[in-house]
């Protein structure tokens, strides 16, 4: 293919399936909620286990990915992790126990963990800077449609044909893409793979310390932590059983919410893409209005007296899908804040926040609901009011974060490259 552009296309789209069925396979325990407690005989406490476990795991290996990138490069590494991924799912398929299904999600958060920063830096590698944005902001929209593919297939799948077949047959996907990955992909247009310094302990020490000093890096993990969880967190666990123990919903209109947090999420990032692009100075203050405006219509449902309105909870899943784009812009901070050979652990690093925020989310919504809970009894809407304010300890250090480190990084940019910042200031 001799055509630049073409090219970046074809490896961006090979590189976008693989984060596809990355997310599918994360998204793919969301239908066999009641299939896995039959098959394992656990509670739901022990189900929801595999959500935290994988978040946790997600979260823990974003750094050491970072580093195994700048060392290894996205190829080698997204194929390591396409392998882990399909090893993983092909033994969830066959455990029978709790322990051995446990320890098949840790090695699928492993291999989940491997791949959505590989594709941000074949992006970077391949695409003008210009489009780089917009390409960011569509890896991560069209990545979602990993969680709408999963379920329509796994549920008729776990109906029709059982849970070892269904699990089996999702896993056999990696293979054909890991052939695909092989015959298409390059690190850059000019080599197939490229190879960074040794992984030395002095090296990590430095590639890590430099990419965390530089306050760029910082305010992106923060924009990823305070932007992301409260879609995070409803999407993955906690949406469902508030719209219907909390809000009084059946589990059709709950479902429908959810499904309209999802178009939220995609149909907001190209918007966010030409923000960042065009106005680039201006990224932290779009990021700290939505923050704001999401923390202001959360206000308006948790104050409501009673259940709050349809329209209202419509409203609220649209502004908290927005923050999962503006949670994008926080690798955007990373990448212009880094040269490319400490791009992957600074990618690493940003990409932590969202997930340790909704982690902890998760637990403390969890803790609270159980405080605020009768033994025995069902949860109430005023269990899930005081279980859905524990966000603002979230919103406040996120916010608090994002603008302490937005002074620091234009004073940076300022001094290292005072002809860049008055270029960026110009297209304010």
């Known amino acids: 293919m001799s055509n630049p552009t073409r090219t970046a296309v074809v490896v961006w789209l090979v590189a976008l399936l693989v984060y596809l069925l990355a997310v599918f396979h994360r998204s793919s325990m969301a239908v066999a909620g009641l299939a896995a407690t039959d098959r394992f005989g656990i509670s739901a406490a022990q189900l929801a286990t595999f959500t935290m476990l994988q978040l946790l795991v997600y979260a823990a290996m974003q750094v050491p990915v970072g580093l195994l990138l700048d060392r290894f490069g996205s190829r080698r590494v997204m194929l390591a992790g396409l392998i882990t991924l399909t090893l993983a799912q092909s033994g969830f398929a066959f455990a029978t126990s709790y322990p051995l299904a446990l320890t098949a999600r840790i090695f699928v958060g492993m291999g989940d963990a491997m791949i959505f920063i590989c594709v941000l830096r074949l992006v970077h590698s391949w695409f003008l800077e210009r489009r780089i944005p917009f390409v960011t902001q569509m890896t991560g929209i069209l990545g979602q449609f990993g969680a709408i593919i999963a379920a329509v297939p796994m549920t008729l799948g776990l109906r029709h044909f059982g849970w070892t077949p269904t699990y089996l047959a999702a896993a056999g996907v990696g293979v054909v893409l890991a052939i695909a990955l092989l015959a298409v992909i390059h690190d850059t247009p000019e080599e197939r793979s490229i190879s960074g310094p040794p992984l030395s302990w002095t090296e990590v020490r430095l590639g890590l310390g430099e990419a965390w000093s530089h306050p760029g890096t910082r305010l992106g993990l923060w924009t990823h932590f305070t932007t992301q969880f409260s879609?995070?967190?409803?999407?993955?666990?906690?949406?469902?059983?508030?719209?219907?123990?909390?809000?009084?919903?059946?589990?059709?209109?709950?479902?429908?919410?959810?499904?309209?947090l999802v178009v939220a999420v995609m149909a907001a990032g190209p918007g966010l893409a030409w923000v960042t692009s065009h106005h680039p100075f201006h990224r932290s203050t779009?990021?700290?209005?939505?923050?704001?405006?999401?923390?202001?219509?959360?206000?308006?449902?948790?104050?409501?007296?009673?259940?709050?309105?349809?329209?209202?909870?419509?409203?609220?899943?649209?502004?908290?899908?927005?923050?999962?784009?503006?949670?994008?812009?926080?690798?955007?901070?990373?990448?212009?804040?880094?040269?490319?050979?400490?791009?992957?652990?600074?990618?690493?690093?940003?990409?932590?926040?969202?997930?340790?925020?909704?982690?902890?989310?998760?637990?403390?919504?969890?803790?609270?609901?159980?405080?605020?809970?009768?033994?025995?009894?069902?949860?109430?809407?005023?269990?899930?009011?005081?279980?859905?304010?524990?966000?603002?300890?979230l919103w406040g250090l996120g916010l608090v974060q994002i603008w302490r480190y937005r002074v620091k990084t234009r004073a940076r940019l300022k001094a290292d490259d005072p002809e860049g910042y008055a270029r960026m200031a110009r297209l304010a």
């Open 231 to 260: 879609a995070t967190t409803l999407g993955l666990l906690w949406g469902y059983p508030f719209f219907v123990r909390g809000q009084g919903l059946t589990s059709e209109t709950a479902g429908l919410l959810l499904t309209v």
């Open 286 to 393: 779009m990021v700290l209005t939505i923050v704001v405006v999401i923390v202001v219509v959360w206000t308006a449902v948790l104050l409501w007296p009673g259940h709050a309105p349809m329209w209202l909870l419509v409203l609220l899943v649209v502004v908290v899908g927005v923050g999962g784009p503006a949670s994008m812009v926080g690798f955007d901070f990373g990448r212009t804040s880094n040269p490319p050979h400490r791009l992957g652990s600074a990618t690493g690093i940003i990409n932590q926040g969202g997930f340790v925020a909704s982690l902890l989310l998760v637990v403390m919504i969890g803790l609270v609901l159980d405080w605020r809970t009768p033994t025995g009894s069902d949860y109430t809407p005023e269990a899930f009011r005081w279980a859905m304010a524990t966000q603002y300890l």
